[in-house]
């Protein structure tokens, strides 16, 4: 192997990269041009050397990584590296330039055929598999054994005799040969679609993995040798499943697999025996079809070529209102006739009803509850807002309380007051510097319930809803919250709003910490007879405890009285591929079926239109096939741009000048830090790992928050005029000094390098105003920087609601009926303007003043005040300092809408 310590600094920056896929592809690319070079000019001996040196220590470092790809592959490697030594270097760049343009351009349509046409300069490059004139789409399979070459020569033409013309797909065979090279082959490559085990493996890799260890999470492979075969084959399979749900696995061996197939475990598909190459083959090509189905697209893109007569709504449908205008007839032009004919009122004639779903529409919300992890979806076409007010309206009945995060969407508060809840803010902590809500800590949230269960109430309490992830990348840790507070209510409801988060599912740091894997993990845990030993002893040990002691203790539920009901909302058009408006809500709830199926009918049909839209519904569909085949692909290389971005601002000197890309050490306070990693966002996959696995609070890593405040323009403005109006760059959400930008799947690396050129063009713009500036221009040009970034009003936490409007009439407990003060501000009477100066007179000579709406100042995009609550001096404060021009609930120049005294006295009792 190569000596690290004298390798060359091309291979040193090896720490600069968030991914092998990162490092392989510029290797690569690398490769090329030391081939081309060598090729091509004449350098000195010593030159020459360094040279040929550096291409052989990268070539070494692709020789370990190909070990995990079909393509180019070990065999590729080896061909490039023969010519290299016999000093071919024209016809090894000719080879490793095929690879290139494969691996950019073409990286899940890589065939070794274009390889052998470029070496021997053939024109036909169509590989003998495929039919003339047929592309078919490409995949690769993991085959886990360990055989030699023969053998392994022998597997796969053993598989490629059953290929036939008419199959859809066309695959190649990785092989690898133990336990840990599975794990990593199925972290690194993303064109794999399925994996066949056998049982000659062996536990650890035979390869020197250091030069990626820093890209691999922590494997732990201890006892792995000591167990027997089936417990090995059933562990494979759970690790393989736990890295990538949607890999289809499979089984052979050789003997007893009639005994064998019911041994392996839940995570395997079929079990077959060594000699069924024809089942085999055909089970891996159906696995994959079975994620390419899209039921109601592919219904409605039939619909739209059959012919019909319209005698029904929508002149729109089929185009005809448009394309015989003589006035509109650009629309068709825009949007292509397409939409038009895929435009329609009908549910039958092969389509579906998204109101009583029995034909694609159902099988669709089927394939996407497997793709989510969930036991059932609905799909919702008008949005998240909407998604919410259904569950909310299905789960809570009018007077039961619900925990809320205080800084959630607004339409969390609206379905709350709809529902006629009692509702109880939950507040965020602050990072205040940057005017930032982070999340509800545990023990907020605890001590809530602890405090009902107290004052006796603690059935009334209905459902904890909670923002994961929130607008700035904070994410909780989903199965601590739920346990925790199972513990203390065992049939407590979770609503989690992951708006921004629906990708989440489809890489596996990720996807512990959403709703529907940690549900299902959870239910599973509680049926463990090890779990229930570990529970007994906790509650021997906890049944004289006070609920002081509760509150720092890691509380476990009864496993014989706990219920996982749990849902989740999704924005899929925010972070995946949908049209807006597109969402899902996933449900993962023990007593569905026989508690609130019906109710969740009622309140689907009180809040879906019935005239929903198909090309959402249609959209939803495929991008639900897209994650299921390429999602980790996608948001792998999501967070790598992300962390280019980060990267890139940080070193820049001029960027680095005026902005700072804000850490989790900036955006979580250290109590909620336990692992003490301070930047797991920056560091190698198993610090992140370590994070991700003990922090009560991580930062998505997808999310680049950038304090902006040096540079003297709010957050605001920045965004507004700078960005978007000037160069068209469209980012998150902003706040007081602060401007989100989050990478997505559809992010590529060239807008990664179009924002940083914009952000280093407006730096030095900036310069050269500031250098232009007089005296006074530049005192008040540093007043304006002073006030972005030293003294920033503190977020208020909610204040209270007023007594009229509590749910407690003792006081105990803080909940309020939104409700009661929204409809009661529909009455003109009872309410009165407020100047800001008026309220703040009130406030300090001890009146009540409380609000008879919300009013939510963007940034930050939260309810400061709802209905029924009381102004305080901390929420005035951060009012008055707040420079947003747009502030929903408060007319300029009139003020503040506000129950009048007389009102509020004669609601007293």
Not at 175 to 197: G, T
Not at 293 to 315: E, I, N, W
Not at 768 to 793: F, Y
């Amino acid at each position: 192997m190569t000596d690290t310590a004298n390798l060359t600094p091309w291979h040193l920056p090896f720490r600069g990269y968030n991914s092998v896929w990162q490092v392989r592809a510029d290797t690569w690319s690398a490769i090329a041009d030391a081939t081309k070079r060598l090729h091509e000019a004449s350098f000195s001996r010593k030159r020459e050397d360094r040279l040929e040196r550096e291409l052989s220590a990268m070539l070494e470092f692709v020789s370990l990584i190909e070990n995990y790809w079909a393509f180019p592959g070990p065999e590729g490697v080896s061909r490039v590296t023969a010519l290299v030594a016999d000093r071919e270097y024209e016809i090894a760049y000719r080879a490793v330039e095929a690879i290139v343009q494969q691996l950019i351009a073409a990286p899940h349509d890589l065939d070794h055929s274009r390889l052998e046409a470029k070496l021997d300069e053939q024109r036909d490059q169509r590989s003998a598999r495929e039919p003339v004139g047929v592309r078919r789409q490409r995949f690769e399979v993991l085959v886990v054994a360990d055989v030699s070459g023969y053998e392994a020569d022998e597997i796969r033409d053993a598989l490629r005799r059953q290929e036939r013309p008419e199959d859809a797909f066309v695959y190649d065979l990785v092989f690898v040969s133990s336990f840990e090279d599975a794990l990593v082959a199925l972290m690194l490559n993303f064109n794999l679609q399925a994996c066949v085990v056998r049982t000659d493996f062996r536990p650890r890799s035979s390869f020197d993995l250091e030069p990626i260890r820093r890209f691999l999470p922590q494997m732990e492979l201890g006892g792995v040798a000591e167990r027997t075969l089936i417990d090995r084959v059933r562990l494979l399979g759970e690790r393989l499943g736990d890295i990538r749900p949607e890999v289809n696995l499979y089984f052979v061996g050789n003997a007893s697999i009639e005994t064998i197939g019911g041994q392996v475990g839940r995570r395997f598909h079929r079990v077959f025996a060594s000699q069924d190459a024809l089942e085999l083959h055909l089970s891996i090509l159906r696995g994959v079809s079975d994620r390419f189905k899209t039921p109601f697209f592919t219904a409605l893109r039939h619909y739209s070529r059959k012919p019909t007569g319209v005698f029904h709504a929508m002149p729109i449908s089929r185009g005809k209102s448009v394309v015989n205008s003589q006035w509109i007839g650009e629309m068709a032009e825009f949007y292509g006739l397409n939409i038009f004919m895929a435009e329609t009122s009908a549910t039958s004639g092969g389509l579906d009803s998204l109101l009583d779903p029995h034909g694609p529409i159902k099988d669709a919300q089927r394939l996407a509850a497997r793709a989510f992890g969930a036991q059932q979806t609905y799909f919702v076409t008008n949005g998240t807002s909407t998604a919410n007010k259904i569950v909310l309206q299905s789960i809570v009945k009018p007077g039961q309380i619900v925990l809320v995060d205080r800084n959630c969407h607004k339409s969390h508060h609206y379905a709350l007051m709809l529902a006629g809840a009692r509702v109880n803010y939950l507040d965020a902590y602050s990072a205040d510097r940057y005017s930032i809500y982070g999340a509800v800590p545990l023990k907020v949230i605890k001590q809530q319930l602890l405090d009902y269960r107290r004052a006796g109430r603690l059935d009334e309490v209905k459902m904890v809803a909670l923002t994961n992830c929130t607008f700035d990348g904070i994410i909780y840790d989903v199965e601590r919250v739920m346990e925790e507070c199972l513990a203390i209510k065992p049939d407590l409801v979770f609503l989690w709003d992951e708006a921004w988060f629906a990708f989440a599912r489809f890489h596996p740091t990720y996807r512990g910490r959403t709703a529907m894997a940690t549900a299902a993990r959870l239910q599973q845990r509680y049926r463990d007879p090890a779990y229930r030993k570990q529970y007994a002893a906790q509650a021997a040990e906890l049944e004289q405890a006070d609920d002081a002691t509760l509150l720092e203790a890691r509380l476990m539920p009864d496993p014989d009285r706990v219920r996982v009901r749990v849902y989740a909302t999704q924005s899929t058009h925010k972070t995946l591929t949908a049209l807006r408006q597109g969402s899902m809500i996933h449900v993962h709830d023990q007593d569905f079926g026989y508690r609130n199926e019906e109710a969740f009918r009622e309140a689907y049909m009180t809040h879906t239109s019935t005239s929903p839209n198909y090309q959402i519904l249609a959209s939803l569909d495929m991008g639900r096939r897209q994650v299921e085949l390429e999602g980790f692909e996608l948001v792998q290389k999501q967070v790598e741009l992300a962390m280019v971005l980060r990267a890139t601002v940080e070193a820049h000197p001029l960027l680095s000048r005026y902005f700072q890309v804000l850490a989790t050490t900036d955006l979580i306070p250290p109590e909620y830090r336990r692992s003490g990693v301070e930047c797991p966002v920056r560091g190698s996959l198993q610090e992140r790992q370590e994070a991700w696995a003990d922090d009560e609070f991580v930062i998505d890593p997808s999310r680049v928050t950038l304090y902006v405040g040096r540079t003297g323009v709010d957050g605001d403005t920045f965004k507004n005029e700078y960005l978007m109006n000037r160069y068209g760059i469209q980012v998150n959400k902003t706040s007081r000094n602060t401007v989100l930008f989050m990478t997505n799947i559809g992010t590529t690396r060239s807008s990664v390098a179009y924002l940083i050129e914009i952000l280093v063009s407006l730096v030095e713009e900036l310069e050269d105003e500031i250098d232009r500036m007089g005296p006074l221009n530049r005192a008040a040009h540093e007043r304006r920087v002073t006030v972005l970034t030293q003294d920033p009003p503190p977020l208020p936490d909610f204040s209270a609601f007023h007594d009229c409007f509590r749910g407690d009439e003792h006081g105990e407990t803080p909940e309020g009926d939104i409700q009661k003060a929204f409809f009661m501000a529909y009455d003109e009477q009872t309410c009165e303007y407020v100047t800001p100066d008026e309220a703040w007179e009130r406030v300090m000579q001890g009146r009540e003043v409380v609000s008879a709406t919300f009013v939510t100042p963007y940034p930050p995009g939260f309810p400061v005040l709802v209905p029924g609550q009381l102004f305080s001096r901390e929420i005035l404060e951060f009012m008055r300092a707040l420079d947003t021009k747009e502030i929903h609930g408060f007319v300029d120049g009139i003020g503040y809408r506000v129950f009048t005294e007389e009102a509020l006295a004669h609601l007293a009792p």
